[in-house]
């Protein structure tokens, strides 16, 4: 089945720098990548999503990008601000969603 | 637009006890989801129903839990009996289309089990 890595576990960035979060993916078939932010006590909450036919897709802060021949994806949020903080997953879906284990985000104000 | 509720939102049991969870999922959204979230890991897929259908149980351990969707509607994870490991947040999740790779899922906040 689809085994998905997720790095780094903890990511701690001034308040208005970028942060990245990398994944990568093992099942060539998965075609639908979600990222998902879940704050303490709250279920995971969609962000922003990439299909396997698009390369980027940007969404004002947030962007995630697609590399399917290295099977991997990353998601970019510029401009950090302190309610970014969070732990954000990544996901890939062939007929059900694989998730990663996570990033906890630390923006420092 | 009322989300996904799960009910309770907190249980502490002994081991070997037994325990439900229960969930309605948005109205007609046609797939629903159990994860189980260990702390500090992703959601882990135990079971997928299409309306009142199972779609995937795989990574369900069948020996000691099982799960239902009534009328294609609510469902009810339960476990018996209870093991130390099965502590962890229980999220359910409904998608609106019948698999999950074409689009949103939409999370409860989740049970969280105790089990000591």
């Known amino acids: 089945g689809e085994n998905v890595e997720q790095h780094p576990s903890t990511l701690s960035v001034q308040e208005g720098d970028s942060a990245v979060i990398k994944c990568t993916y093992s099942?060539?078939?998965?075609?639908?990548f979600p990222w998902y932010k879940q704050e303490l006590g709250k279920g995971p909450q969609l962000i922003i999503d990439?299909?396997?036919?698009?390369g980027e897709k940007k969404d004002q802060r947030i962007a995630v990008t697609l590399n399917k021949t290295a099977k991997h994806f990353s998601l970019h949020i510029t401009e950090t601000q302190p309610e970014d903080s969070a732990v954000y997953f990544c996901?890939?879906?062939?007929?059900?969603?694989?998730f990663g284990a996570g990033t906890r985000l630390t923006v420092k104000p | 637009e009322a989300g996904v509720a799960q009910s309770p939102r907190y249980k502490i049991i002994e081991k070997r006890q037994s325990v439900a969870f229960w969930c309605n999922p948005i109205?007609?959204?046609?797939?629903l989801y159990w994860y189980q979230q260990i702390l500090g890991q992703g959601p882990k897929l135990l079971i997928q129903?299409?309306?009142?259908?199972?779609?995937?149980d795989s990574q369900l351990p069948k020996d000691r839990f099982s799960a239902e969707r009534l009328k294609g509607v609510d469902s009810t994870l339960k476990i018996q009996p209870a093991k130390l490991e099965d502590s962890a947040v229980y999220l359910c999740?409904?998608?609106?289309?019948?698999?999950?790779?074409?689009?949103?899922?939409?999370f409860g906040e989740g049970s969280r089990l105790t089990v000591l």
């Open positions: 999740a409904s998608s609106l289309w019948g698999t999950a790779n074409t689009g949103e899922l939409f």
């Open positions: 099942d060539s078939a998965s075609n639908y």
């Open positions: 990439i299909r396997s036919n698009v």
């Open positions: 996901a890939a879906s062939v007929k059900d969603m694989r």
């Open positions: 109205s007609g959204h046609a797939t």
């Open positions: 129903f299409q309306n009142n259908g199972v779609v995937d």
